[in-house]
Structure formats: C-alpha cells, structure tokens
C-alpha cells in the first residue's frame, strides 16, 4: 500500500465532519502534500516525507493513547476522528513551501557536481501551527482542543513563551499527546535526513 492509499484509508474512513472531501482534495488536487519533504534536512528531507511524516504521527498518536494509563490516569479518551484529524494534518503548514534548487558539491572522487536540495519557501509566512490551524479551518471547523493540540503540537521546541505552552499542555491533553507523537515519529523513525 502507498503513502498516498493508506492516508486516504485513514482519512476517509475516519474524518466526517462537513468540509473534509473538499480539504482531502485540497491536499491532493491543489497542494504537492504527498511529494513534499517533511522538512529541508532534518526528518523526511526527501520527497514524500510529509505524507510518510503524518502517517508516522498518527500511528504514534494512537499507540500513545492506547496505553492504560494514558486512558485510566489522565482521562484521555479521544473519537477516532479526533485522533486521525490532529495527526494526519498537524503540518498542512508545509504545503507548497519546499522547492527544488541546486548546488554545487565534491562528490567522493573530488570532482565537483551539481545536487538538489530543499529550500524553504514559505508564501503565507502565517506561523507553523498556527497556520495549520488556518488552513484547516478554511475548509472545517475544529473543537478548541484539537484546534490547540494542532497549534502547540511544536511543545517547547517552537519560538513560544514556555509559560503558554506549559498551560496549553494542561488545559489541553490531546496537545501534550500530539507532541510526544510529532517527536517519536521525527526523532526514532524518521531520525535525521530520514
């Protein structure tokens, strides 16, 4: 099954609400959503790295909040189109921001030769979070929880005041929850350059 199958099986089989068809379409008529990297060197550095990235959050995200603890402890207990939505499109934010450039390397020979790499390109500077959140939006609504798990998925990494991110993490689980997935996936399964 391909990245491109297995979102779609998920998404679809998952994600109801009023405007979801027209945000799928979005992502695969308007958008390079299944060729874009996840990032330009870090984690899915490559094409196809986005969709690989989401699918790795969501499966991360439902191991997580299938733990007995995680359910028991903390009371997290979240509809399966909760869980599909804040995964599989936390970082809508990347769409259309990557293109391809060319630079100049010494190949093992010594010999100088031409290679792509990613550059950021970003033309609605709106934010990382936040502007999944806005894009999201345009096309259905979203609860406040999953509109600020979606926001602070980032956690202490991003340019917030700790203070505000700290909060969010315990006003609203699901962000808390979001985070550790986005991290497991980037960090043990995707790791540096993919």
Known sequence: MTYKEEFTEIYKRNIKREGADRLYD??????????????????????????EHSLNVYHCLCDYLARQRTREVYNMDYSDETVALVALLHDVCKV???????RNVKNDRG?????????????????????????????MRLTREEAFAIRYHMGFSAQD?????????EMFPLAFALNVADSEAAFFLEGRGG
Request: glycine share 10%; proline share 4%.
């Open 26 to 51: 979005y992502l695969f008529s308007s958008s390079d959503f299944a060729t874009a990297p996840a990032s330009t060197r870090y984690h899915g550095a490559y094409e196809g790295g986005l969709i």
């Open 96 to 102: 259309n921001c990557y293109k391809t450039s060319f």
């Open 161 to 169: 005041d700790t203070r505000n991110v700290g909060q969010v993490f």
């Open 111 to 139: 010999v100088w030769e031409s290679v792509p790499y990613y550059e950021f390109d970003d033309r609605l500077p709106y934010g990382h979070g936040e502007k999944s959140v806005y894009i999201i939006s345009g096309y």
